[in-house]
């Protein structure tokens, strides 16, 4: 962490480009010989928090966008208040008393507020409020304060949990929404979509899994017996019983691991799915985000994770980046009290499995979570599995309620763990890593009318793909017109709006996407 950090405060009309709020905010910084190193946040007002330019710009500099209400900013005393701000958004300054607010001076902040033009002792406005030029659509201007702005820790984001205490506003980040996922892309009337928002395999489930799973309906009057598929599930990894828990989808153990895990500290590596964070702020939890960033790759170093932290959940391969980190890297956030929960629901979709924790019993406090739902296409039946130490299972029993599996759930999962079925799921999973092969191949053909490309994070090892578009969510709708569904990126907390992620499928079909893409890049 830089130890001056700058806060940039930016105002917005609506529809301004990331470009032009970039060029701003380079110029300003150039004028007073300030380092583009040094920003940790961008901050506006709160009725800001989803323009995409502003969003896209915060992506783009890879820094969090903090967001406050207009009452607090109006109390923020600035150099260069206006009238127009005041009659637009209800503060006489968003640029600057944003500036401020984020480096501290909000009223009940971390730095003491209305104490002369500079917003108080120990806060410096660097720059004051500067127009982008041409248009004059976007302001910003620079702020210092002695210490790292709140709610930032290193790469650090802290955000409270859903239920948190009232009195005089702070600043919040623009919040993504942690409830969203990718079938909302293809419900009702968009139901009839080509489906790349949704990472599940097509063509799934398979006519041998359909039997087995209509057999057990014979058995619906006995209430379920979970000792088969737990046995069945342990023997898969080569594990004990008692270090086996089955839930209802790896959803459910996320709740159960919110629940159960008694967390001081609790950190969630991002982009990630987002269920574990949902599922720990509504269990009360205060939980820090680690944001990982194109500019490393999205990949994870353990350093970076707070020594203090006794709770770290991370994803492997991640969604949606696709990023799959190494084994011993993800091993190395293991320690002594601390409960390290690996999110390894699309490991099964890797050739081999060779970055798998799952197995592994010498990693300290290692909770590992596995979905059936991917590979098999059961996100309708809600099937998965814990892997832990037995202590560790026991407590997440006590916090399950009873039978919580259904009867053909459990045979799913029985029959998924047979040689025959992993023999399969393997095939599966080299024939998912030639379509990556061959999407990739022709997102690096696609070209826009003004000949840019379409930029993909890689290297990607998951089912799904991770790209980068100037103007992704006009691309997504245009992709609805002509027949596919994407998946949205701005609700991964870490991404912006410029993202987009897409499942892989079959050959056929990723040559229709990509003829289709380029027609919506063109407009």
Request: hydrophobic share 45%; with cysteine.
């Amino acid at each position: 962490m830089n130890a001056a950090p700058l806060v940039v405060g930016v105002g917005a009309r609506r529809g301004v480009p990331a470009a032009e709020v970039l060029a701003l905010v380079a110029d300003s910084l150039a004028s007073a010989g300030l380092a583009p190193d040094a920003v940790t946040a961008l901050a506006t007002v709160d009725t800001k928090a989803a323009e995409p330019g502003l969003t896209g710009a915060a992506e783009r500099l890879g820094v969090p966008l903090l967001v406050f209400p207009a009452a607090v900013l109006a109390a923020v005393p600035v150099p260069h208040p206006s009238s127009a701000p005041l009659a637009a958004t209800g503060t006489p300054s968003v640029a600057e008393a944003a500036a401020l607010a984020g480096a501290g001076a909000w009223p009940g902040g971390a730095g003491p507020g209305g104490a002369g033009p500079n917003g108080g002792a120990g806060l410096h406005l660097l720059v004051g409020k500067r127009k982008s030029v041409p248009g004059a659509r976007a302001t910003c201007a620079v702020a210092r304060a002695r210490t790292s702005p709140p709610l930032l820790q290193g790469d650090l984001v802290t955000t409270p949990p859903t239920a948190g205490p009232s009195g005089i506003p702070g600043p919040h980040l623009h919040e993504p929404d942690l409830r969203h996922h990718g079938d909302a892309e293809v419900r009702g009337a968009d139901a009839g979509l080509t489906d790349l928002a949704v990472n599940v395999r097509a063509g799934t489930p398979p006519a041998w899994l359909k039997a087995r799973i209509a057999a057990s309906l014979d058995g619906l009057a006995a209430y379920p017996d979970g000792g088969p598929a737990r046995r069945a599930v342990a023997a898969r990894h080569g594990l004990p019983p008692e270090r086996v828990l089955l839930t209802a989808g790896a959803a459910e153990a996320f709740v159960l691991i919110a629940r159960a895990v008694r967390a001081r500290r609790p950190v969630v590596v991002h982009p990630q799915f987002t269920e574990p964070e949902a599922a720990l702020r509504d269990a009360g939890h205060t939980v820090e985000r680690l944001l990982l960033t194109e500019r490393d790759g999205f990949r994870l170093a353990a350093d970076a994770v707070p020594a203090e932290a006794d709770l770290v959940v991370v994803g492997n391969p991640t969604n949606p980046t696709s990023v799959l980190h190494p084994a011993e890297e993800i091993a190395r956030l293991a320690r002594p009290g601390r409960t390290l929960v690996v999110d390894e629901a699309f490991m099964d979709a890797v050739p081999g499995e060779h970055a798998s924790l799952a197995s592994r019993t010498d990693v300290p406090g290692l909770v590992v979570l596995r979905s059936l739902t991917k590979t098999w296409g059961l996100a309708g039946l809600r099937i998965g599995y814990v892997l832990a130490a037995p202590e560790i299972i026991a407590g997440l029993e006590r916090a399950q309620p009873l039978w919580p599996v259904s009867a053909p759930a459990l045979a799913a999962a029985e029959a998924c763990c047979e040689p025959a079925a992993l023999a399969e799921a393997a095939e599966a999973a080299r024939r998912i890593a030639a379509d990556r092969d061959h999407l990739l191949a022709r997102l690096a053909q696609v070209r826009g009318p003004d000949g840019q490309g379409v930029h993909t994070a890689a290297p990607a090892e998951g089912p799904f793909v991770l790209i980068r578009l100037p103007d992704a969510a006009a691309v997504r709708g245009r992709l609805r017109t002509l027949g596919f569904a994407v998946r949205r990126g701005d609700t991964f907390p870490g991404l912006g709006t410029e993202w987009l992620r897409l499942a892989v499928r079959d050959r056929a079909t990723t040559d229709r996407f990509a003829v289709a893409l380029e027609k919506a890049l063109t407009g």
